[in-house]
T-cell receptor, first 115, second 112 residues
Framework: EAGVAQSPRYKIIEKRQSVAFWCNPI?????LYWYQQILGQGPKLLIQ????????DSQLPKDRFSAERLKGVDSTLKIQPAKLEDSAVYLC?????????????FGNGTRLTVT | QQQVKQSPQSLIVQKGGISIINCAYE??????FPWYQQFPGKGPALLIA?????SEKKEGRFTISFNKSAKQFSLHIMDSQPGDSATYFC???????????FGTGTKLQVIP
């Protein structure tokens, strides 16, 4: 099966600019996750979708981050305006159903550098 | 209470040796403990997982040991190979719609 696709792979922007990331999950996977991975740390969940509804966005900085999952398939994550501390790898993952007891399938991520 | 503490931060092991990574948790609601392996430039991938009703799970050269009373679990990599060089994350999950909580990661380097 095709894996989780993410684009772009790399992005460099200046602070206060905006940026968007795209994710296409594995076909048939109902749950989609966006994680932020800062260098040297474990992935931190930003938002979790079940189909096109939000299950958990408690750690999403909603004043600058937004995400949507159109038609329960592809998803975009946007940052506006970006701050220096947003420099990280943004990982998209999907799973067949909701719940950590099923494997999370991760994409290769987008490395964001904010200067 | 949602934290998972992982150690060591980095580990260097000779080829053929045993790599051991330790994790500890506080939340007794956690009931599923996966380990993820991440190579540079790639996303994490599930390696092996355990539930607290067993004390050990083995898959090939990889073994999870689980101590429920101590709230600790560890990953053992037997006969470590250079191809095992990667970052390893322990994680914990409390069920339902709860999120998976990841440890801080251990960068393993296996030298020939």
């Amino acid at each position: 099966e095709a894996g989780v696709a993410q684009s772009p792979r790399y992005k460099i922007i200046e602070k206060r600019q905006s940026v968007a990331f795209w994710c296409n999950p594995i076909s048939g996977h109902a749950t989609l996750y966006w994680y932020q991975q800062i260098l040297g740390q474990g992935p931190k969940l930003l938002i979790q979708f079940q189909n096109n509804g939000v299950v958990d966005d408690s750690q999403l900085p909603k004043d600058r981050f937004s995400a949507e999952r159109l038609k329960g398939v592809d998803s975009t994550l946007k940052i506006q305006p970006a701050k220096l501390e947003d420099s990280a790898v943004y990982l998209c993952a999907s799973s067949l159903v909701t719940g950590g007891s099923v494997p999370l399938h991760f994409g290769n991520g987008t490395r964001l550098t904010v200067t | 209470q949602q934290q998972v503490k992982q150690s060591p931060q980095s580990l260097i092991v000779q080829k053929g040796g045993i790599s051991i990574i330790n994790c500890a948790y506080e939340n007794t609601a956690f009931d599923y403990f996966p380990w993820y392996q991440q190579f540079p430039g790639k996303g994490p991938a599930l390696l092996i997982a355990i539930r607290p009703d067993v004390s050990e799970k083995k898959e090939g050269r990889f073994t999870i040991s689980f101590n429920k009373s101590a709230k600790q679990f560890s990953l053992h990599i037997m006969d470590s190979q250079p191809g095992d060089s990667a970052t390893y994350f322990c994680a914990a999950f409390a069920g339902g719609y709860q999120k998976v909580t990841f440890g801080t990661g251990t960068k393993l380097q296996v030298i020939p």
